[in-house]
């Protein structure tokens, strides 16, 4: 298993500002994710955080609006970038801990609640 | 998008009655796994099933998986006010995908005590 932890909890931005989300697992995983929950609606997949190279994104999602870094197989950090209230959302980081199988849990962390005004 | 669909959305129950989720899905998949979220926190972790399984226990947690249906199913027994949370089915797909789960809207599960 993996024991994730994010930073900040939650947050209350003004539009027009830029918010980073950190996300720190206790072991070495080799792939990480982060997902967008939006009020009262299940999560969706923003991008994977490949380390040592670009992010991948999901169809309607850009690098511009959430820069992410990856800098080492147990931390990434999520950038919502020039926030609007329509980014106010429940922001997650999960990890997938790679045994050699391909059946494997992905944890997830608690979250970060972000409120844009 | 998303490809899952649960049912019910919601879910009231007495404490010690038995609640049955399920979940429908559109692609072929890996694996399923399903989480429970409190109040909007983190995601726990509950159960995994594998595409060539088609059941699971885990203590007071039963998952079934009908491949040729496409849905699953969690059912959760003898249940309890602690068990109050919202449920989420999540499938993987694998291959290129493997990692990148598809959530199902989720069941929000009320139980009184």
């Known amino acids: 298993s993996a024991v994730i932890s994010q930073k900040p909890s939650r947050d209350i931005c003004q539009r027009g500002t830029s918010l980073t989300i950190q996300c720190q697992v206790d072991s070495q995983v080799t792939m990480m994710f982060w997902y967008r929950q939006q009020p009262g609606q299940s999560l969706t997949l923003i991008a994977t955080?490949?380390?040592?190279?670009?992010?991948?994104?999901e169809s309607g999602f850009v690098i511009d609006k959430f820069p992410i870094s990856r800098p080492n197989l147990t931390f990434s950090t999520l950038t919502v970038s020039n926030m609007s209230p329509e980014d106010s959302s429940i922001y997650l980081c999960?990890?997938?801990?790679?045994?050699?199988?391909?059946?494997?849990?992905?944890?997830f962390g608690p979250g970060t609640r972000l409120t844009v005004l | 998008s998303q490809q899952g669909e649960e049912d019910p959305q919601a879910l009231s129950i007495q404490e010690g009655e038995n609640a049955t989720m399920n979940c429908s899905y559109k692609?072929?998949?890996?694996?399923l796994q399903w989480y429970r979220q409190n109040s909007g926190r983190g995601l726990v972790h509950l159960i995994l099933i594998r595409s060539n399984e088609r059941e699971k226990h885990s203590g007071r947690l039963r998952v079934t998986l009908d491949t040729s249906k496409k849905s699953s199913s969690l059912l959760i027994t003898a249940s309890r006010a602690a068990d109050t949370a919202s449920y989420f089915c999540a499938t993987d797909a694998g291959g290129t995908s493997y990692g990148k789960l598809t959530f199902g809207q989720g069941t929000i599960l009320t139980v009184h005590p």
């Open positions: 692609t072929s998949i890996n694996n």
């Open positions: 999960s990890a997938l801990p790679t045994t050699g199988g391909s059946y494997n849990e992905q944890f």
């Open positions: 955080a490949n380390q040592g190279s670009e992010a991948t994104y």
